[in-house]
């Protein structure tokens, strides 16, 4: 399982510590960068990257903390800004996110194939209800995912559950505290 958390890796660190605890469970940490341009997942890396950096210097920053960057949902329409053409300067791209709609997904994937960059997917999960939506299988991310050896799964999450995640976005944002864990 890869956990990014957004800007930090701090709970993608406390994964895997929890992880050790189970035979055959392995967590990669990383996070989800916030670039100028839009969010770039850093896989494999240990500490954290600095927001607000152009694309190049992002991902530079990435491969120098040994991970590997990949464009996360680069056409979305429910978040600003979207990297767009700019996954294209990564390590590879989300052709698949479970909370993007159809159009978004088919424009990365069509994008990644144009331009011979290899794909992921992720579920995007902000609440344990989505966990698992989508994502690869793959023995080793960093090297299965740049030689294209990881296979996509995935199926979007439902109206409902995206309704209740936007609900409690809301309701924190209003009371300007997270309101669940």
């Known amino acids: 399982m890869i956990i990014t958390d957004h800007d930090s890796v701090a709970g993608s660190l406390a994964g895997r ?6 035979e055959d469970f392995k967590v990669v940490p990383g996070a989800e960068v916030t670039s100028s341009s839009g969010h770039i997942l850093a896989i494999g890396i240990e500490n954290n990257v600095p927001r607000g950096l152009i694309v190049e210097e992002t991902v530079e920053r990435i491969h120098d903390l040994g991970g590997i960057a990949i464009a996360s949902h680069p056409f979305s329409s429910r978040v600003r800004p979207s990297l767009g053409e700019e996954c294209l300067k990564t390590d590879g791209v989300e052709v698949f996110n479970a909370t993007n709609r159809g159009d978004s997904n088919s424009r ?19 609440w344990e209800r989505t966990v698992g939506n989508a994502g690869i299988v793959c023995d080793d991310p960093l090297e299965d995912i ?6 996509l799964f995935g199926e979007y999450t439902s109206t409902w559950n995206m309704r209740v995640f936007n609900f409690r976005q809301l309701a924190s944002a209003l009371a300007n505290r997270p309101l669940w864990k």
């Open 17 to 22: 510590k929890v992880a050790r605890g189970y």
């Open 108 to 126: 990365a994937l069509f994008l990644a194939q144009t331009h011979g960059r290899r794909g992921t997917a992720g579920s995007d999960a902000h």
């Open 146 to 151: 740049t030689h294209g050896r990881a296979r």
